[in-house]
Antibody
Framework: EVQLVESGGGLVQPGGSLRLSCAAS????????MNWVRQAPGRGPEWLSY????????YYADSVKGRFTISRDNANNLLFLQMNSLRAEDTAVYYC?????????WGQGTLVTVSS | QSALTQPASVSGSPGQSITISCTGT?????????VSWYQQHPGKAPKLMVY???NRPSGVSNRFSGSKSGNTASLTISGLQAEDEADYYC??????????FGGGTKLTVL
């Protein structure tokens, strides 16, 4: 069974930074595109960023462009999201999800809280 | 990219059928057969129930079915069961190579 496990969330002050990680297993990680998706309390999911299997293609949502950076380490089956200049409205559960046109598997999420 | 539009809530009795709508634009729902539906129980991650408008992943009950007409997609759940009570979200691939989600529909099984 595909497994995705996020880590790195926590409490951070406005303007601060966090780096999220997603450990993938039980599938050939390098062959799959990956996404970061977040969900604020009581809201629907919001797609944030996409990275192709070989990291050649990367997309961002306008809401995070210039502040967040997606990357991956295929040798160690890891996906990352570097988040800078964090704002209160970035508070959410952050999920990694596999796929291109469909996010077919999701991790359990990691909570990021931006507050002073 | 604006979120897809879903009704805030729907309800039905056990054994009945319900349908949840998801309205987008020609740049997402109407332009691609890449509509997905997710089920989310409280505190859990979303689970894929339907992909490519009407396909079910292995292990998903055939009580769940999807369709699309123009810019509106629909999820139908037949033979409602108590465990179907959850939040449901639609998603679509878009013309800007992104994914867009709906605001969610809370299903209550009466």
């Amino acid at each position: 069974e595909v497994q995705l496990v996020e880590s790195g969330g926590g409490l951070v002050q406005p303007g601060g930074s966090l780096r999220l990680s997603c450990a993938a297993s039980q599938f050939t990680f390098s062959s799959y595109s990956m996404n970061w998706v977040r969900q604020a309390p009581g809201r629907g999911p919001e797609w944030l960023s996409y990275i192709s299997g070989g990291s050649r293609t990367i997309y961002y949502a306008d809401s995070v462009k210039g502040r967040f950076t997606i990357s991956r380490d295929n040798a160690n089956n890891l996906l990352f999201l570097q988040m800078n200049s964090l704002r209160a409205e970035d508070t959410a559960v952050y999920y990694c999800a596999r796929g291109v046109v469909t996010a077919d598997y999701w991790g359990q999420g990691t909570l990021v809280t931006v507050s002073s | 990219q604006s979120a897809l539009t879903q009704p805030a809530s729907v309800s039905g009795s056990p054994g009945q059928s319900i349908t949840i709508s998801c309205t987008g634009t020609s740049s997402d729902v109407g332009g691609y057969n890449y509509v997905s539906w997710y089920q989310q129980h409280p505190g859990k991650a979303p689970k894929l129930m339907v992909y490519d408008v009407s396909n079910r992943p292995s292990g998903v009950s055939n009580r769940f079915s999807g369709s699309k007409s123009g810019n509106t997609a629909s999820l139908t759940i037949s033979g409602l069961q108590a465990e179907d009570e959850a939040d449901y979200y639609c998603s679509s691939y878009t013309s800007t190579n992104t994914l867009v989600f709906g605001g969610g529909t809370k299903l209550t099984v009466l």
